[in-house]
């Protein structure tokens, strides 16, 4: 049983700890020196944890161990009752941390103004819409600490029935990260989005895009290099072969993103509000790549896109102009450019190469997946070894030889 004296000469550590003291009562230890009271207990075979005040003396909400005794045989009669603590109390505004209760709708507006410190302005405001339209209206009075994997799924299917799937799962991947940045202030213990992965609804089946087989690469570039198609469409579609890119990504792409053109190392820096997936991309570019890229510049020097149009009064490519090179090339239904993405994954996969750094070249990373913060840069050396290889792949179907 804890006493004042122990409490007192608690210390503050590096991370959050626990005082025990009796019927699930504990008072926790944060590192800014904060000792909350928390109630854990079981509630239809599920275990949770209520907060129920702080132990600071000299404060007018100061809570002693008495008090807390107090409480807690308060709570417990509810529990006994079947009623669920959390559920009795009336919603409150945010109240300081040392209260030990913290709303959701305080804690994730104290998360996005650390999140979005790393964030475009742009990419940012879409989080923070996502935020204030999906899960801060259906949580926002909820203390951070006691909201259930049931509750979580609910919202998410409210996300899932407006058909969005993908937007479902990136909203259960922000919701865990406003929990993990709760549980580093001792708000809660863990990050319960983790449970509900088993009730997400799965995607539904990809409809695949017509695309190249290996086999057929030679004819493609023979047919490509023969047409009478403007250089720049020419380019560009050897560009989003090198590269396994998506056409919209080529197609706003300025001469800004570009890196170290001239350098040993080239590279294509995507930001996120250009990116499917809102995150930033890197693109490593082999010889050739950073070779058709000088083309290029060679070809519109004062542009300020890569790929410019040479018909369009705006400058940008069409949305299907690529496309409809492939179907003056005789490859309708046969073909599309996003399928190039596919020959892509397929030959790298038939030829061994390890699935992650083909996703991950592909931004096919999933922002929910327990694999690991997404990282752009990620195994960005075997990366560039695989493009450098996929490089000399397509080189050699046009039946060249490097030098």
């Not at 009075?141 to 407006?162: N, Y």
């Amino acid at each position: 049983m804890l006493t004042d004296i122990a409490i007192r000469n608690a210390k503050p550590k590096d991370r959050p700890y626990k005082l025990t003291d009796a019927q699930g009562l504990h008072l926790l230890i944060m590192p800014n020196g904060s000792k909350l009271w928390r109630y854990r207990f079981r509630f239809e075979g599920k275990e949770t944890t209520r907060g129920l005040g702080a132990y600071n003396p000299g404060s007018e909400k100061h809570m002693s161990v008495a008090d807390a005794r107090e409480k807690l045989s308060d709570q417990r009669k509810l529990v006994r009752k079947g009623s669920k603590p959390d559920l009795k109390r009336k919603p409150k505004p945010a109240v300081p941390v040392d209260t030990g209760e913290v709303t959701f709708e305080r804690a994730a507006k104290e998360w996005f103004a650390s999140y979005k410190k790393g964030l475009t302005s742009k990419y940012g405001s879409v989080i923070e819409r996502r935020v204030e339209k999906w899960l801060i209206p259906a949580l926002a009075s909820r203390d951070i600490g006691t909201i259930t994997g049931p509750e979580l799924l609910g919202v998410i299917k409210q996300i899932e029935a407006t058909g969005s799937i993908d937007l479902s799962r990136r909203m259960k991947a922000t919701f865990g990260q406003i929990l993990r940045y709760g549980i580093a202030h001792g708000w809660c213990e863990r990050d319960i989005s983790t449970d509900i992965r088993d009730g997400l609804s799965p995607r539904p089946a990809v409809k695949h895009r017509a695309k190249l087989k290996a086999h057929d690469v030679p004819e493609f570039y023979r047919r490509l290099e023969e047409s009478d198609s403007y250089p720049i469409m020419k380019l560009a579609m050897r560009f989003i072969m090198l590269t396994a890119v998506r056409t919209d990504e080529l197609r706003f792409a300025p001469w800004s993103e570009i890196e170290d053109l001239d350098g040993a190392a080239p590279l294509w820096r995507i930001p996120p509000e250009r990116m499917k997936m809102d995150r930033e991309h890197l693109v490593p570019l082999a010889p050739q790549a950073a070779a058709i890229l000088k083309e290029a510049r060679a070809l519109y020097p004062q542009s300020k896109l890569i790929f410019p149009s040479p018909e369009s009064r705006s400058g940008v490519l069409s949305e299907n102009g690529l496309l409809y090179l492939t179907y003056r090339l005789g490859y309708k239904g046969k073909a599309t450019v996003h399928g190039m993405r596919g020959l892509f994954s397929t030959v790298l996969n038939e030829k061994g190469f390890n699935s992650d750094y083909i996703e991950l070249q592909l931004a096919h990373s999933e922002e929910d997946e327990v694999r690991g913060a997404y990282n752009s840069a990620q195994w960005l050396k075997q990366r560039r070894k695989m493009m450098v290889w996929w490089a000399n792949f397509l080189v050699k179907c046009q039946g060249q030889r490097l030098s």
